[in-house]
C-alpha cells in the first residue's frame, strides 16, 4: 500500500481534509500515513485526530508521527507540502508591518508583493532540503505542493531539483461555480477551460451544453448590488474581458490599479479588505481552542472528501483511472506566449504514469500581458533564492506591480534592506 508523507502536519484542518481523503478513498485507505512537523503539540493534535478518523472508518491505515525528517520520508510515495515557515509570528507580521512603515499596503501577502518575495525567500531553503532528503530516501516520490506563493515554490522545486514536482491551489475548481452562484446562476451542465499563473489564472471559456456564458455573466456582474467580495475580480473582467481564479483580497495587490495611496477611496470603492489575512490569522489563533475540542479530542469525528485534489491524484496513479485537474507545472511549451522558465497552472491528466499537462496554446494577448507582470517577479524571487544575491531581490520588488506603482527605488531597495535584517535567521545570508 502507497506511503503518503504530509509535512506541515501541525496544519491540522487542512491535514482532515487531505488525509482524511484519503481513508475515505479505497485505493489509499490502507496506506502508511508519515506525519511530520517542527511543532511538536500541533503534531500530537493532528495524530489524535487522524486517528480517530481512522478508527471511525474501519481503521484500515496505519498512521505515525515523527520527528525526524528523513525517517517520515523513507520510502515514501507522495509527499503533501502544507508548511508555513516563520509562522504568523515573527514572520507575516513583519511582512506586513515593516512595508506599512512605507506607506504600503497589503491584503494578503502571500503569493506576490514584497510579502510574497519574503515569503518564498526563507520558504525556498527549507523546500530544498526536503528535496534533498527526497533524493535519497524516495527519489520517485510525488511532491504535492499546497504552500504559497505557489507558482514561486513550485518553480524553485522544478528547476533546482530532481524531484516530480506538481503544485495545486484549490482555486480552480472553485472557480466557475463561485462566479455563477454569486450572480445567482445555475452551476448544472456547465463547461469550462482555465488557463494561465497560480492566483491569476483565467476562466477562458464557460458554457452551458454549448452556449457560452459570458454574455449573460458581465451582464449581470454590471447589475450585481454593491458592496460584495467579488467587486475587483468584476473590475478585471470589464476590463480586460476574462474572470480571474484567485479572490479581489488577493488580486487588489496582484495589479497596480486598486490599492494607491494617492486614491484612498478606491479602498472602499472595490470593497478591498486591507490587512486581511493578520486578521484571519489572529482570529484562527484565537478560535483554535475551541476547535481543537472539536477535531482533536472528538472519538466521534466524521469526515467527508473534500475537493482538495491530493486523493484524487494520488487514487489516479494508484488505479490507473485517469482523473483531471489544474495543475501548477513547467511551462513546456503549454501556453505559447509565456515563457518557458515560468510556473503555470494549466489542466493536467494523471493517471499511473504521473502528471501530463495540456497544451493551451496563446492566451488573449492582454492577459499573458498581465501573467507576465507577475511572472517576472516570480522568475527573479527564484534567481535570489538559488544565487543568494540580493540585487535579484531589489530587481523582483522594483518590478513587483504593487510595490513599484507606490514606492520610489531608493525606498523600495531601503525597503527590503529592513526585511532582510528584520527577518534575520529566518532567511539565508544574501551577498
Known sequence: M????????????????????????????DSHIALYDIDLQRLKDSENMLNNINKNNGGHAKIAAYTDRKKALEGADYVVNAIQVGGYEPCTVTD???????????????TLGIGGIFRALRTIPVMLDFARDMEEVCPDAWFLNYTNPMAI?????????????????????VCAPHLLEGLGMSTENIQYKIAGINHMAWL??????????????????LKRETPHNDMVRYEIMKQ??????????????????????????LIERFNIPLDEYPRRCIKQIKDWETMREKLVNNKDIEHKRSHEYASYIME????????????????????????KEACVEVPC??????????????????????????????????????TLKKEYIYYAAMLDPHTSSELSIDDI??????????HGDWLPRFK
Open 2 to 29: 502507497p506511503k503518503i508523507t504530509f509535512m506541515g502536519a501541525g496544519s491540522t484542518i487542512f491535514a482532515k481534509n487531505v488525509l482524511g481523503d484519503c481513508m475515505l478513498t479505497p485505493a489509499l485507505k
Open 96 to 110: 506586513f508591518e515593516i512595508p506599512k512603515k512605507y506607506g504600503l499596503r497589503q491584503t494578503i501577502a502571500d
Open 153 to 173: 515554490l513550485t518553480g524553485a522545486m522544478l528547476r533546482a531539483t530532481g524531484i516530480k514536482t506538481v503544485g495545486l491551489c484549490h482555486s480552480v475548481q
Open 204 to 221: 477562458l471559456e464557460i458554457t452551458r451544453n454549448g452556449k457560452d456564458l459570458y454574455p449573460e455573466i458581465k451582464e449581470r456582474a
Open 240 to 265: 480586460f474581458g476574462y474572470y480571474v481564479t484567485e479572490s479581489s483580497e488577493h488580486n487588489a495587490e496582484y495589479m497596480p490599479y486598486f490599492i494607491k495611496s494617492k486614491y484612498p477611496e
Open 316 to 339: 489516479a496513479m494508484e488505479t490507473d483511472i485517469p482523473y483531471k485537474i489544474g495543475g501548477n507545472v513547467l511551462n513546456t511549451g503549454l501556453i505559447t506566449n509565456l515563457p
Open 349 to 386: 491528466l494523471v493517471d499511473r504514469s504521473g502528471v501530463t499537462p495540456c497544451y493551451v496554446g496563446a492566451l488573449p494577448p492582454q492577459l499573458a500581458a498581465l501573467n507576465m507582470t507577475n511572472i517576472n517577479v516570480q522568475l527573479l524571487t527564484i534567481e535570489a533564492a538559488l
Open 413 to 422: 531597495k531601503a525597503l527590503c534592506d529592513d526585511l532582510i535584517e528584520a
